[in-house]
């Protein structure tokens, strides 16, 4: 992300006037959604269309096994999902007006799973997770509709675990960008230990914002709920887009301000300019 100044001058009858212009540069942020297992790049275009009115550029897509490779349910794992998302986040960096240096990743369920672990193999600024998948490591070439069949994972999910004992919370502990976690009041299939897991994982991200959404199930069935969680995520977009952008701009004054204290070393005896 960046921020343009320039020095210009303004005519004002027979005399010219200085003035400095900041305007933001050609390139935005990016968003980058991923769905959940089951699910559809549908379920985030609202919220894609939401993120390009603060002024990012987004992308929603279906990982195998899903809409068009549907044929896929049954046999695509997560090593593969994971690399759809890769390519997914490859394809919206090399836009031309995207900054790569200013991507959000927005996953939700089995999506959040996937993108905390996008988070170790691509730069992520901004990360936002909707009640996260948990799963366990083995297996990671296997089918993703067999780890759904293990008995065990109902307990696994119940259970603290610490994050040096699952790969998906290893990248959450070495992630030192923005993350945001929501969690659903009455979700049926990730219960309120994992999001505690993901949580206490988070411990050197830049911050951590950490919301609930009363009344909502896993898949925030109903229109009150989509309405609170789209509002959540917004509002946290925004912060962290406009707050970087304010950053850069005040590094920017400050180069600037600089410059002109250089100036006047540089010619003691010509008058002082004023500070900005």
Same mark, same amino acid.
């Given at each position: ?110 999506? =959040?799973?996937? /993108? ?8 992520? @600024?901004?990360?936002? %997770? $909707? +009640? ?110 406009? =707050?970087?952008? /304010? ?8 180069? @600037?301000?600089?410059? %002109? $204290? +250089? ?14």
């Amino acid at each position: 992300m960046n921020v343009r100044l320039e020095t210009v001058d303004i005519r004002v009858e027979d005399e010219l006037v200085g003035a400095t212009l900041l305007s933001p540069a050609d390139s935005l942020p990016g968003v980058l959604f991923v769905h959940g297992w089951g699910g559809s790049q549908e379920h985030d275009l609202v919220r894609a269309k939401e993120a390009v009115g603060i002024g990012c550029e987004c992308l929603t897509f279906d990982l195998r096994g899903h809409e068009r490779t549907a044929s896929q349910w049954e046999t695509v794992s997560r090593e593969q999902n994971l690399a759809d998302l890769v390519a997914a986040y490859d394809w919206l960096v090399g836009r031309p007006q995207v900054d790569p240096a200013s991507i959000a990743v927005v996953g939700i369920s089995y999506g =959040g799973y996937l /993108a905390a672990l996008l988070t170790t193999l691509r730069p992520v @600024r901004w990360l936002a %997770l $909707r +009640s996260p998948a948990l799963y366990k490591d083995e297996g990671w070439t296997w089918p993703k509709r067999r780890l759904n069949a293990d008995p065990g994972l109902s307990d696994y999910r119940r259970s603290r675990i610490l994050w040096q004992d699952n790969r998906a919370l290893r990248a959450c502990a070495a992630y030192r960008g923005d993350a945001l976690v929501v969690e659903a009041e009455h979700d049926e299939i990730v219960p309120p230990m994992v999001v505690a897991n993901y949580v206490r994982a988070f411990g050197k991200a830049r911050s951590l914002t950490k919301r609930a959404i009363a009344g909502a199930d896993h898949g925030f069935s109903s229109k009150q709920a989509q309405k609170e969680y789209t509002a959540v995520l917004i509002t946290w977009l925004h912060e962290m887009v406009v =707050g970087a952008r /304010a950053q850069v701009a005040q590094a920017k004054m400050s180069e @600037r301000k600089e410059e %002109l $204290r +250089s100036a006047d070393r540089a010619a003691p005896g010509e008058r002082q300019r004023p500070h900005l």
